[in-house]
């Protein structure tokens, strides 16, 4: 069922963010679950949901329906974080994000971490 | 910010058979230059239809003096590009369906293209960062279907072609821009174009991969 611990991927929760310094999000925020189930750790990775209007490549637009949450929001696939799956951490389960969304949002990671994942192409000949 | 729609509109006004509509999703525009190991008689086709384009279909956008009659003359140019996109694609589709390994080989892209310092500096980090980005996303779909055997929705497949065909204008357009960066590009043209892009190969890859997102259906136990 959604909405228990651990958080698992696509899942959108309420959540307490790291400290930080300014440029990076932090206090409570709305996150997207972005990790891997099989990721082997002990901390779930999480983009946090914003509601400040944003464009580049690695920021996904989510419409309230997609989302549950009440503003169109933006999905910063920059800001990731490494949250422990604790309910210090996450407050309250929000609902699972949309499947139409979910490659925008991989398009989005993959636009963030441009260069350090595999080449798809490397294995051809 | 460029209007996609209008572009999509263009774009539905282009037939084509199925078999064309798969090469065409299969072939990234950009990359038709790095295969030039295809016969001669066909290079000297991809050569004289990629001269035609540039001419026809470019260079006036790079011509014009402001942001506006730029946008509106890469509007025109589209018409002439859905022309002749597909008419490249009908001469070399034969050779290329021939064997799935010819289309795999051309969909490999350099993807340090949109990184490299020339790039950088003639179309700005911004510009690239979103050509980078649609690049990938246009890459996924020809790389999805061409080598996993990726299935295109048939309920989605003429919008899918229609979004590709307005990326790989846009695309093709960035390289050009890219190129022909002196004296000076009209200020905002290589990021409006660079946005159209990646709508329209973003939207084009959410619509072909959604069922790979969705959620496992529940097991059913058999009686």
């Known amino acids: ?125 | 910010m460029v209007a996609i729609k209008a572009f999509v509109e263009a774009a539905e006004l282009q037939g084509g058979s199925r078999r064309l509509r798969r090469a065409q999703l299969g072939v990234v525009s950009s990359t038709l230059g790095a295969s030039m190991d295809m016969p001669e008689h066909l290079r000297n086709v991809v050569v004289g239809i990629a001269k035609e384009i540039d001419d026809r279909c470019f260079r006036p956008v790079l011509e014009e003096a402001d942001l506006d009659r730029a946008l509106e003359h890469a509007r025109a140019s589209f018409q002439t590009f859905v022309e002749l996109w597909p008419a490249l694609l009908a001469a070399i589709a034969p050779w290329l369906l021939e064997d799935q390994g010819r289309l795999v080989a051309m969909t490999r892209v350099l993807t340090d293209t949109w990184t490299s310092e020339g790039t950088l500096e003639a179309l700005g980090t911004e510009a690239a960062s979103w050509f980078a980005a649609a690049h990938d996303a246009r890459a996924a779909i020809a790389y999805g279907l061409v080598k996993n055997g990726m299935p295109v929705p048939p309920s989605n497949e003429a919008t899918i072609v229609h979004l590709c065909l307005v990326a790989d204008f846009a695309i093709l357009l960035g390289l050009f821009l890219a190129q022909h960066s002196r004296p000076k590009l009209v200020d905002g043209i290589a990021v409006a174009i660079g946005k159209l892009a990646h709508e329209s190969a973003k939207d084009a890859y959410v619509l072909m991969a959604t069922h790979r997102f969705a959620d496992p259906q529940p097991a059913t136990v058999s009686e």
């Open chain 1, 1 to 125: 069922m959604s909405g228990e611990f651990p958080p698992k991927q696509w899942e959108v929760w309420f959540a307490s963010l790291r400290e930080g310094v300014p440029g990076e999000q932090t206090g409570d925020h709305n996150v997207l679950v972005v990790s891997s189930p099989l990721m082997q750790s002990r901390v779930v990775l999480v983009a946090p949901i914003t509601s400040t209007a944003r464009e580049a490549p690695c920021v996904v637009k989510v419409e309230p329906q997609d989302s549950g949450l009440k503003l169109v929001s933006y999905i910063e696939c920059d800001q990731l974080q490494a949250l422990s799956p604790s309910p210090k951490r996450f407050k309250e389960f929000r609902r699972k994000l949309s499947a139409p969304v979910r490659p925008a949002v991989a398009l989005a990671l993959q636009s963030a971490l441009r260069g350090a994942l595999p080449d798809p192409y490397a294995n051809e000949s």
